[in-house]
């Protein structure tokens, strides 16, 4: 293998990283080892004065580490040996007494930047794929090639942690501010700009660099007293943020304070022991699989490769202006930059989706992820209408009006007298079957469901729906759309509820079954959140909606039977007007549009005093099985197509806890017998609704488990 | 008669415009860019045309933005238009739009082009205020000046008043006269009373009340959102009082000659904002396309008199022209257009047509014709629903057009009088 192309002019190699057969640049053993073998050769090249580091590759500086190479990893001594011997060839990047350059246009990304930041000097362009982070947490690591140690000594403790503990990208501009990178250049200038600067380093010596953050930087990033506030402040957020379920981002903290405070040499050694631990970790082992999972997912076009053909999606037409068909317009034109015409019965209800798919553009302005011209190009991508101006030409239509069969079919029928024949008609329903949506339809093939998750900017999942009848084109085109769109996009069969809600069914039921026994709604939100999950069931309700809620209950009940057989809890919220969050009445209290605590009317309302002593134990175990046997049965019959769909729906859909890796790998982690050990106890306590699901009978019977082991 | 050596004939598509309204009222934040596109943007959805077809945008402006004075560039940068379209911005004072329409006309018979957008905007809100002439060269020789001292001896030469702005008037350049100024002395002239004036601007808004209700004008605008929740919507132009009367528009004063004249505000239009535009395409490509073509463009003029004779006479030359292209009388003409810029404008115009007299006087063969007013501005004109100088062509032409459609009218005319002592008129035929 040869990764790098050398070629010297003047003096000054310019090292072109360009891994073969592969179309990022990433960092492996065997790409250390060749690093290393040029490092010793420019060393000992008289005739070399300074050393460029480019990339070959279109978008990518390196991306960073070869991910597969250590998920193969056996042991914590192996994972720990990596970190340090990444750390030894960085360190000698570090060392060359010949000035090494950075010249980083595209992703610049965990060890690559560390390998950037060992470099003497950085360039990076103003592209907009220039991208310089370190994301190791994501994947429950930590920087393990001295990351921890050299980005705090470049721009200071506290922007050092801030980017090293959620795992966020810079763009050019803002590394610049944070003194990440010396230089922002164009594009077209970036080779030479890198030589110029090698040649000036070679012959002035190394630049002294200004020290970012004026006096409080002064305070808090260069007093061992004032980091001391920094790593109390962080340690205390990242708690609260995590749930002290995620260690990594604890370890990273550690790994630079021991740096700091300790010297390089302890915190090298700190970062790579830990590096080590993480990565044989439970934690890190489940991110890695979503990680892949995802992956995965974005090649899957949902059907069989080279049996169907994308259609273009030129112009989109949304049906139904509300909250859903405005979220869904404003992502669409934010990530897809597609034409977007919105059409609602009533021009006022118009105008008002226009303003909130507006207001998703206006956030990313606000936050300069947009400039003003690119703000004013997507904004005029949308508009709208009372009447079917501009359907014809549309390509995709989506209809989120409301959620009832018959206004569903009367829309459908309104579109396909509109649209041209070879338009795609998508359903955004929460719970009617597709199937009874496109019954009337003269084009049944070109109709699926696209569920999208609200709000709709902010959910990443979307589930697709075929129908029997949808053709493979439509789909693999619905399917494209929605992750242009930049969603995780999941086919599952046209059952009652599809997969995300036919699982989340019956955990909210059993929430309103324990309402109604008395368990106090703080205790029980909590319990839930201590699992893992982003809320609890009844904050849930209260943001989906009660009536939404109560409708989709009685859904599930017609279509499953005494199982999912609604508690009383709702009609009877429902019965005094309390609607959640959207009308400011719910379980909780809302003040100003926050959530104020728990509303302890409520309890008289369902006939109950809230209970003293409930064992917690129980409440999350009764919820969890719920969802968990419910998996299972809409699993065996074919809801999702995979586990891996299964647990990345529930995961991107519900907030399903990551470090959990979805509810079939928590199943097989349990061990299926396990499982329906703990669903007979509850079934006897309870009630059949915990019968457990054939299938896990029959896994339990024959040790089988959803995933290879 | 306008018809190639090809044998093209041009289409009138489909026409859109936003809501007409007083300027200083719902538009005043709204820039003459932001007006002009949201029509054409309407225009293209409603038309179901590909916008990939457009081959160019012509578009009119009479007092453009120093900061965006090519307007059309801004419209064909659209981004449901390739940037690949081309586009300019002309002027020919009121009857811009018309004339926006006829140069991408001529595109299209010449066979540059097969379809183009063409259409005006304006806003009397965005007006351009200019510093004094001595303030700005202040300004530039500070700018060149060598140190601060050097700037600010060079400031220190601006008295009191170089700092007055001048705001642009309209008025002729050639002669100071104002157009209301013109209009009075048009009445004085030709007898044009009072009377007759209010009779004019009450039958323009009860019109144009009547074509708002019913729909006709409505089916014309883009619905224009706007509040903080942008869920007021408008749909009308605000400028028509269906309520008014005679004995109301008769007691306002005379603004131009307060002791007296006869021209008020009453019987003028108004300082209108709001865009207009309309997609003209090809016959033989509209048709392949499946568009129902709303009229086709027969024959147009242009004329111009002395602005210090009667300014606003330009018409009584330009539809005899017209109409000699055309190869139609007066009388075959079904519906009539007539841009009311005052009425004594438009009742002066009519006394032109109507008499030998005047004939002879204009140096014509005989009289144009008399004006039917069953077939004459049906759903109103300018003085109710607003001229914004450079969209009111681009509006005649829809709003005949569609009347023409709803009437199946074979022929019509319209007939714009602009500064600078200039007269439009243009044909169209329905089949």
């Known amino acids: 293998m040869t990764a790098f192309a050398t070629h010297i002019e003047n003096g000054i190699a310019v090292v072109t990283f360009d891994l073969p057969g592969e179309p990022v640049n990433k960092l492996s053993a065997a790409v250390r080892t060749e690093m290393e073998a040029l490092l010793t050769r420019l060393h000992d090249d008289a005739a070399v004065r300074g050393v460029v580091l480019i990339s070959g590759k279109p978008d990518t500086f390196i991306a960073g580490a070869d991910i597969e190479e250590f998920t193969a990893l056996s042991s914590q001594d192996a994972a720990e040996r990596l970190s340090f011997q990444g750390q030894e060839t960085v360190s000698r990047v570090e060392t060359s007494h010949k000035p090494i350059v950075a010249a980083i246009n595209g992703a610049c990304l965990g060890g690559g930047l560390e390998v950037a930041l060992a470099c003497h000097y950085r360039i990076a362009t103003d592209h907009p794929k220039t991208l310089l982070g370190l994301p190791e947490v994501q994947l429950g690591l930590i920087p393990g090639a001295g990351g921890c140690q050299r980005l705090p000594r470049l721009i200071g403790a506290r922007a ?77 957020q990242l708690l609260k943020k995590t749930g002290g379920h995620y260690p990594a981002p604890v370890a990273a903290l550690e790994a630079v304070r021991v740096g700091l405070e300790q010297g390089i040499t302890a915190g090298l050694a700190e970062e790579h022991r830990a590096f080590g631990e993480l990565a044989a970790g439970d934690v890190s082992r489940k991110l890695v699989q979503i990680f892949f999972a995802t992956t995965a997912l974005k090649k899957d076009d949902g059907v069989k490769p080279g049996t169907a053909v994308p259609r273009q999606i030129r112009r989109l037409g949304i049906v139904g202006s509300g909250f859903m068909g405005a979220g869904i317009a404003g992502t669409a034109v934010l990530n897809v930059e597609v034409d977007t015409r919105l059409k609602d019965s009533d021009l006022s209800r118009v105008g008002k989706g226009l303003k909130a798919a507006t207001a998703i553009l206006k956030e990313r302005l606000d936050r300069r992820r947009l400039t003003r011209s690119q703000y004013d190009r997507l904004s005029a991508l949308l508009s709208g209408s009372a009447g079917y101006a501009g359907f014809s030409r549309a390509d995709l239509v989506i209809e989120a009006v409301f959620e009832e069969l018959e206004t569903k079919r009367q829309v459908l029928a309104e579109i396909e007298a509109q649209v041209r024949p070879e338009a795609i008609f998508a359903t955004n329903t929460s719970t009617i079957p597709i199937h009874q949506i496109s019954a009337r339809a003269r084009h049944p093939e070109r109709v699926l469901g696209m569920h999208f998750f609200s709000p709709v900017e902010r959910m990443p999942l979307l589930e697709v729906i075929p129908t029997e009848a949808t053709s493979p084109d439509t789909i693999v085109t619905a399917v494209r759309f929605g992750r242009r769109m930049g969603k995780t996009v999941i086919v599952v069969a046209d059952r009652p509820g599809f997969w995300v809600n036919r699982i989340l069914s019956p955990y909210l039921n059993e929430a309103g079954h324990l309402l109604q026994e008395g368990v106090p709604i703080e205790l029980m939100d909590r319990t839930i959140t201590e699992f893992g999950f982003p809320v609890g069931p009844v904050a849930l309700l209260d943001e989906v909606g009660l009536d939404v809620g109560q409708k989709a209950g009685s859904v599930m009940h017609e279509a499953f039977g005494e199982r999912m057989k609604p508690a009383p809890t709702l009609s009877r919220m429902l019965g005094a007007t309390r609607l959640g969050r959207k009308n400011g009445r719910g379980f909780y209290h809302y003040k100003e549009g926050h959530k104020a605590g728990v509303d302890r009317s409520v309890y008289p309302l369902l006939g109950v005093h809230p209970a003293d002593e409930v064992h917690e134990d129980l409440v999350e175990r009764r919820l969890v099985y719920a969802m968990l046997n419910e998996a299972a049965m809409a699993f065996s019959e074919g809801v999702v197509r995979s586990p891996r769909d299964a647990d990345i729906g529930a995961i991107f859909g519900i907030g399903f806890p990551a470090f959990r890796g979805g509810p079939l790998r928590l199943i097989d982690d349990l061990g299926p017998g396990r499982v329906v050990e703990t669903l007979y106890q509850l079934q006897e306590q309870f009630g059949e609704r915990f019968r457990p699901a054939p299938s896990l009978l029959d896994m339990a019977r024959a040790s089988r488990r959803y995933y290879p082991t | 008669m306008l018809d190639s050596r090809r044998g093209r004939r041009v289409a009138i598509v489909a026409g859109v415009r936003t809501p007409f309204v007083k300027s200083g009222t719902v538009f005043r934040d709204v820039s003459a860019v932001a007006l002009a596109r949201h029509a054409a943007r309407e225009l293209l959805y409603r038309s179901e045309v590909d916008s990939r077809e457009i081959d160019e945008v012509v578009f009119s402006q009479v007092v453009p933005s120093v900061l965006s004075p090519n307007v059309a560039r801004e419209v064909s940068l659209l981004p449901q238009l390739p940037p690949s379209v081309p586009a300019y911005t002309i002027n020919r004072a009121c009857a811009s739009s018309a004339q926006a329409i006829n140069n991408a ?316 002592g200039m007269g439009y008129a243009m044909v169209l035929e329905r089949k």
Request: hydrophobic share 45%; glycine share 10%; proline share 5%.
């Open chain 1, 160 to 236: 050092a942690l801030d980017m090293i503990l959620t795992g966020k990208n810079e763009r050019a501009s803002t590394a610049l501010r944070l003194g990440l990178v010396d230089e922002v250049v164009p594009q077209s200038i970036l080779r030479q700009s890198a030589v110029a600067a090698a040649d000036r380093l070679a012959r002035e010596g190394l630049p002294q660099r200004d020290r970012k953050g004026g006096l409080t930087g002064l305070v808090l990033d260069r007093t061992p007293a004032g980091r001391q506030l920094v790593y109390r402040a962080a340690r205390k």
């Open chain 2, 105 to 420: 006309a001529d595109q299209i018979l010449l066979g540059h082009a097969d379809a183009v957008i063409a259409g005006g905007v304006e806003s009397l809100s965005d007006l351009p205020i200019l510093h004094s002439r001595r303030f700005s060269q202040v300004l530039v020789d500070a700018s060149k000046a060598r140190g601060v001292g050097g700037r600010v001896a060079t400031l220190g030469r601006v008295r009191p008043r170089d700092l007055i702005p001048v705001t642009p008037a309209i008025a002729e350049p050639s002669t100071g006269e104002t157009m209301g100024q013109s209009a009075e002395k048009m009445a004085k002239e030709n007898g044009i009373t009072r009377e007759a004036q209010d009779q004019l601007a009450l039958r323009s808004h009860q019109r144009a009340a009547a074509a708002t209700e019913d729909g006709r004008l409505t089916a014309e605008i883009a619905p224009w959102f706007t509040g903080p929740e942008m869920d007021q919507v408008i749909t009308g132009d605000n400028g028509i009082r269906p309520d008014t009367s005679l004995e109301a528009l008769a007691k306002l004063k005379p603004v131009f000659d307060r002791r007296y004249g006869t021209v008020t505000a009453g019987n003028s239009s108004p300082l209108t904002d709001g865009a207009a535009a309309v997609l003209l395409m090809a016959e033989e490509q509209a048709k392949a396309q499946g568009h129902e073509p709303l009229a086709y463009i027969r024959s147009y003029a242009v004329s111009a008199v002395d602005p210090a004779w009667q300014l606003l006479m330009g018409p009584v030359y330009a539809v005899p022209k017209a109409l000699e292209r055309a190869e139609l009388t007066w009388a075959e003409l079904g519906l009539v257009e007539i841009h009311e810029a005052f009425a004594a404008q438009v009742l002066s115009n009519v006394q032109a047509w109507g008499s030998q007299a005047w004939a002879d006087r204009l140096g014509l063969a005989g009289p144009v014709g008399d004006v039917d007013w069953d077939r004459t501005n049906v759903a109103g004109g300018s003085i109710a629903i607003g001229h914004p100088f450079a969209a009111t062509g681009a509006r005649l032409v829809t709003t005949l057009a569609h009347e023409m459609r709803r009437r199946d009218v074979q022929f019509g005319l319209i007939s714009i009088c602009a500064q600078g």
